[in-house]
């Protein structure tokens, strides 16, 4: 059974290599890499499968995503033809060969992380397979995509030192502190915690997609309280693990509990026991009664949306246009990804990108 189970894993990742290389667009190369990850969660799910199999899959994801990181790069230079400036595989990107990203299940999030990992040079790509493969552990997006990033940031870093950028900018920041010693002060805080789980039955630990995490130790030292506004509204996306530990965090913060939306979405989830396909976003204030007021013609809403899932951990528009128009100004967002105008947004993987509607 073994011998068998090897022999259509080395066919399967034969089959996926050689499609990789004769990919020359963007939806190829994303059929390759999807099919990688379907070999890795049916790795997962067979016991007589083993590490090396697994990372064999693993690497087909790694390499391709780092090809689309390439061509999405050069997509944004400029428009029509464009090179492959690695080398990696004859790919040529030509404006025909896709409309939007959208059309692909690509979003903004992902494309910026496929970039980084797209960012490392080829031999220390290499050298950090065969070291991850050596000390027995699965290769994964996330690790090689927090390389990337932190190359791009020491280059970012290196950039703004040679212009006299201190590094902060009026609608971002990566130290919340710095708000704080500028006397900022929020009436809507919109935060998104990067949770840590532990378990394999939930998000953290779906194909590496999550870049960094923190125990909710961390989020509740996170200086959130002295960046309230005597009257400020707190939005804060929770997930069934952690319903109960959300009210630590609103204790730690500041704010008293009200209300919450669920967001019910339209795909199939994971889970040990019912296959979740909701997450909640709780509403709690500070310094207001419990006859909580929206402004007038905006008390209409109910308390669940429905929308598809976007990209690993993006939230669907529909609640961010919800909250600019119930809750006051100025607006925080934390664990933010990109900007986004009338917003200051906290992150550590911020883009020059800025958010719009889809």
Same mark, same amino acid.
């Given at each position: 059974m073994a011998e068998k189970t090897e022999r259509r894993d080395l066919m399967l990742i034969g089959r996926a290599r050689k499609a990789l290389a004769e990919a020359k667009t963007l939806g190829e190369v994303k059929a390759v890499r999807d099919m990688g990850q379907a070999a890795i969660q049916w790795a997962k799910s067979r016991r007589e499968v083993g590490l090396e199999a697994?990372?064999?899959?693993?690497?087909?994801?790694?390499? &391709?995503?780092?090809?689309?990181?390439?061509?999405?790069?050069?997509?944004? *230079?400029a428009p029509g033809a464009k090179g492959n400036p690695r080398g990696r595989g004859a790919t040529v990107v030509r404006s025909h060969d896709v409309t939007t990203l959208s059309e692909l299940g690509i979003r903004k999030p992902q494309s910026h992380r496929w970039q980084d990992a797209a960012r490392v040079p080829d031999p220390d790509y290499h050298a950090w397979v065969t070291k991850t493969r050596e000390a027995q552990r699965m290769l994964t997006s996330g690790e090689l995509q927090r390389m990337g990033r932190d190359l791009r940031r020491a280059e970012d870093k290196a950039e703004r030192q040679a212009n006299g950028d201190p590094?902060?900018?009026?609608? +971002?920041?990566q130290d919340l502190g710095e708000l704080v010693k500028r006397g900022e002060k929020f009436g809507c805080i919109y935060a998104d915690p990067p949770w840590e789980y532990g378990n394999r039955g939930t998000r953290s630990n779906v194909a590496g997609e999550y870049q960094s995490t923190m125990t909710i130790e961390k989020l509740c030292q996170?200086?959130?309280g002295e960046l309230a506004a005597n009257i400020c509204h707190l939005h804060l996306?929770?997930?069934?693990?952690?319903?109960?530990?959300? *009210?630590? =965090?609103?204790?730690? +913060?500041?704010?008293?509990?009200?209300?919450?939306?669920? +967001?019910? *979405?339209?795909?199939?989830?994971?889970g040990n026991y019912w296959r979740l396909c909701h997450e909640k976003l709780l509403l709690a204030t500070r310094g207001e009664t419990s006859d909580l007021v929206f402004p007038e013609g905006h008390k209409n809403h109910r308390s669940w949306?429905?929308?598809?899932?976007? &990209?690993?951990?993006?939230?669907?528009?529909?609640?961010?246009?919800?909250?600019?128009?119930?809750?006051p100004?100025?607006?925080?967002? =934390?664990?933010?990804?990109?900007?986004s105008p009338g917003w200051v947004v906290y992150g550590n993987e911020i883009t020059d990108d800025v958010w719009s509607p889809q």
């Open positions: 697994q990372n064999d899959a693993a690497e087909i994801v790694l390499e &391709a995503e780092r090809r689309l990181g390439d061509m999405l790069a050069e997509m944004q *230079k590094g902060q900018s009026a609608d +971002w920041t996170e200086p959130v996306w929770v997930t069934v693990a952690f319903t109960f530990e959300a *009210k630590r =965090l609103l204790d730690a +913060w500041g704010f008293t509990f009200r209300s919450e939306i669920v +967001w019910c *979405k339209t795909q199939m989830g994971i949306l429905e929308a598809k899932r976007g &990209a690993h951990s993006a939230k669907p528009d529909a609640f961010r246009r919800l909250i600019e128009e119930i809750s100004t100025p607006r925080l967002e =934390l664990y933010g990804r990109y900007r």
